[in-house]
């Protein structure tokens, strides 16, 4: 699934106090109004925004010192925050709707909550194809209501390099997934990528608009595909399907 789960606030010592926090970190209750907006402001501050298509904001910012931009995607998806986070513990259906997504798998189970994933991205000719092995982190947040799953990019002897594809040197980014109501989930996408090799501008211009819109559109594509596919996960982590987070992540 993921790879640590942190809270932002105390358990409280008694027995009550402590059923209302877990009710209220599992059911993720909704935010006041005034709340939400301010985030979503943070969200984007600094930000400039590139594109609006198919219900998906994309933005992008260049940092210091960097040639190519961070960019992310910001959507509403009409599904709970649990649906999404089984579809993205997919790892091997990663490639049904990632964008140019041509290889996903697990190359190292780490334990219930930690994986290295071995990721392959399909290029157009004359590019090469970009792979990497990312290590994943996962928070939940009681202030802002959300979860959000990051990845990073590592050095890896697990999967060897391939003749012809370039690995990349740096990917980073994450998934955030905050709570609006039970049937829907504002989710937000980012990456911050070095995909290595010389790359005309005009392909990175294109990736750093079409990834995030293709890829959110895939997950809320992808969300309605599997639904009832994964109830599994959603028993065991789900409240409203009889799932209960893990104690350790309650401490």
Known sequence: ????????????????????FLMNLTTFAALPLVSRRLWADEETSGWRNVLNDQGVAVWNRYDSGRTLPVFKGISTIDAGLFELLAVLD??????????????????????????LVYNRTAAPWPVSDRDVVLSASVEASMVRKEVVSRFSSIESGLQPKVDGVVRMPRLRGFWRFTFVDERRTRVTYQIDADPGGALPDFIVERASRKLPLETINGMRKQVVRTRGKYATFLQKYDPSAGGKIPEQFLK
């Open 90 to 115: 997919d790892t091997a259906r990663h490639t049904e709707w990632i964008f140019n997504c041509s290889v996903a798998r697990v190359i190292k189970q780490i334990n219930e909550f930690d994986r």
């Open 1 to 20: 699934m993921l790879d640590a789960l942190r809270s932002d606030a105390q358990v409280p010592d008694n027995t009550m106090n402590r059923r209302i």
